[in-house]
C-alpha cells in the first residue's frame, strides 16, 4: 500500500509540476507591472484599510496572481512587482511546495506591505525570503481591515490575500518562498 501511495504521488507531483510550466509563463516586466499596479487598485477599491496601509508603505510588493493546484502534493506559483513611491522597481516571484490532504485548484492575489525600513532591506537583500522567517507577518482579514486602528500597535509586513477563484480544500505543510527575479 506505501509503494502505491508514492507511486501516485510521485505521478501527481510531475502533473503538478508539468501544469505550472503551462499555466504560468513568465510574464513581460511591463505586462507584470500592469497587472500588478491593476490588481493592487481593486484591492485599494474593495478595502479602504489596504489604501490608508498603502499611503505610509515604504514598499508594497503585489502578486497579482498566483496558482495553487494540488492533489495530496501540490506547488503555487506566481511573480509579482515591488512598488516604491508608486512606481515598479523590482520584480520577485513567490512559489510554495506542500503535501497533505489537499485537492483543486486556485488563483488569487496578495499583496505585502513594508512599513518600516528594516522589512524592506531586508526583502531586498536576502538572497530568498521564506515566509516564516525575516520580518513579521501580520495577515490582515476583511474586518481588520475595515478599522486599521486595530493594526496601529503592530510592526512587520502587512499581507492582504485577494481576488481568490477557484476551489482548494484541504490541510497541508507549506513552505513559501520569495525571490528576486534577477
Same mark, same amino acid.
Given at each position: 500500500m506505501k509503494s502505491f501511495i508514492r507511486n501516485i504521488s510521485?505521478?501527481?507531483?510531475?502533473a503538478v509540476l508539468g501544469m505550472f510550466s503551462v499555466m504560468a509563463p513568465a510574464a513581460?516586466?511591463?505586462?507584470?507591472?500592469?497587472d500588478a499596479a491593476a490588481a493592487l487598485q481593486a484591492l485599494y477599491a474593495s478595502s479602504p484599510g489596504a489604501k490608508a496601509l498603502g499611503?505610509? %508603505? /515604504?514598499?508594497?510588493l503585489v502578486?497579482?496572481?498566483?496558482?495553487?493546484?494540488?492533489?495530496?502534493? =501540490?506547488g503555487?506559483? &506566481?511573480? !509579482?512587482?515591488?512598488?516604491e513611491k508608486g512606481k515598479p522597481v523590482a520584480h520577485y516571484n513567490s512559489g510554495a511546495a506542500s503535501i497533505g490532504l489537499q485537492a483543486g485548484v486556485?488563483?488569487?492575489?496578495? %499583496? /505585502?506591505?513594508?512599513?518600516?525600513?528594516?522589512?524592506?532591506?531586508y526583502l531586498k537583500t536576502?538572497? =530568498?525570503?521564506?515566509? &516564516?522567517? !525575516?520580518p513579521n507577518i501580520v495577515v490582515v482579514d476583511a474586518g481588520a481591515a475595515g478599522d486599521m486602528s486595530t493594526l496601529t500597535g503592530r510592526k512587520g509586513v502587512y499581507?492582504?490575500?485577494?481576488?481568490?477563484?477557484?476551489?482548494?480544500?484541504?490541510?497541508?505543510?507549506?513552505?513559501?518562498?520569495?525571490?528576486?527575479?534577477?
Amino acid at each position: 500500500m506505501k509503494s502505491f501511495i508514492r507511486n501516485i504521488s510521485a505521478v501527481f507531483a510531475f502533473a503538478v509540476l508539468g501544469m505550472f510550466s503551462v499555466m504560468a509563463p513568465a510574464a513581460s516586466g511591463h505586462l507584470l507591472d500592469e497587472d500588478a499596479a491593476a490588481a493592487l487598485q481593486a484591492l485599494y477599491a474593495s478595502s479602504p484599510g489596504a489604501k490608508a496601509l498603502g499611503e505610509k %508603505a /515604504l514598499g508594497i510588493l503585489v502578486f497579482p496572481s498566483i496558482t495553487k493546484a494540488g492533489f495530496i502534493i =501540490g506547488g503555487q506559483g &506566481g511573480d !509579482g512587482t515591488l512598488f516604491e513611491k508608486g512606481k515598479p522597481v523590482a520584480h520577485y516571484n513567490s512559489g510554495a511546495a506542500s503535501i497533505g490532504l489537499q485537492a483543486g485548484v486556485q488563483t488569487y492575489a496578495y %499583496a /505585502l506591505f513594508f512599513i518600516t525600513p528594516e522589512d524592506l532591506k531586508y526583502l531586498k537583500t536576502s538572497s =530568498g525570503w521564506s515566509i &516564516g522567517t !525575516g520580518p513579521n507577518i501580520v495577515v490582515v482579514d476583511a474586518g481588520a481591515a475595515g478599522d486599521m486602528s486595530t493594526l496601529t500597535g503592530r510592526k512587520g509586513v502587512y499581507a492582504f490575500i485577494f481576488d481568490q477563484k477557484g476551489l482548494m480544500a484541504g490541510l497541508g505543510i507549506v513552505g513559501q518562498k520569495i525571490t528576486k527575479i534577477k
